[in-house]
């Protein structure tokens, strides 16, 4: 995978801050899901195949397991929050390793 772009890191950096302020309520998920689409926009810039893009990959395999759990429809509200809640916390956590990552002079075209 190619290094992140400084600009990049920026919109990571970014997102991580606005899940903190969305928090896990289930009337903010919408904002949380638009922000997952966004970032999987951008990860895609660095190659569409999860196989060369280790960024695209967790967010794939995140879609996958903690994305659909927190779109499973609870009878109680807590135990919906507590599905976001972990969701934001894993998505915290991939847009942290993608930050570990040194950034490029430019970014892919």
């Given amino acids: 995978m190619q290094v992140i772009s400084s600009t990049d890191k920026h919109f990571f950096e970014d997102v991580k801050k606005r899940l903190t302020?969305?928090?896990?309520k289930e009337c903010n998920f919408l904002?949380?899901?638009l922000l997952f689409y966004e970032t999987l926009q951008v990860a895609r810039h660095y190659g569409s195949n999860p196989?060369?893009?280790?960024?695209?990959?967790?967010?794939?395999?995140?879609?996958?397991?903690g994305f659909a759990e927190a779109?499973?429809?609870?009878?109680?509200?807590?135990?919906q929050e507590r599905l976001?809640?972990?969701?934001i916390g894993q998505f915290r956590a991939v847009l942290g390793s993608a930050l570990?990552?040194?950034p490029c002079l430019?970014?892919?075209a």
């Fill in 71 to 79: 779109k499973t429809k609870c009878s109680k509200v807590a135990a």
């Fill in 100 to 102: 570990k990552k040194e």
């Fill in 51 to 65: 196989a060369e893009n280790d960024l695209l990959a967790a967010l794939k395999h995140l879609q996958l397991v």
């Fill in 31 to 33: 904002k949380v899901e």
């Fill in 106 to 108: 430019n970014p892919p």
């Fill in 84 to 87: 976001i809640k972990r969701f």
């Fill in 21 to 24: 302020q969305f928090g896990s």
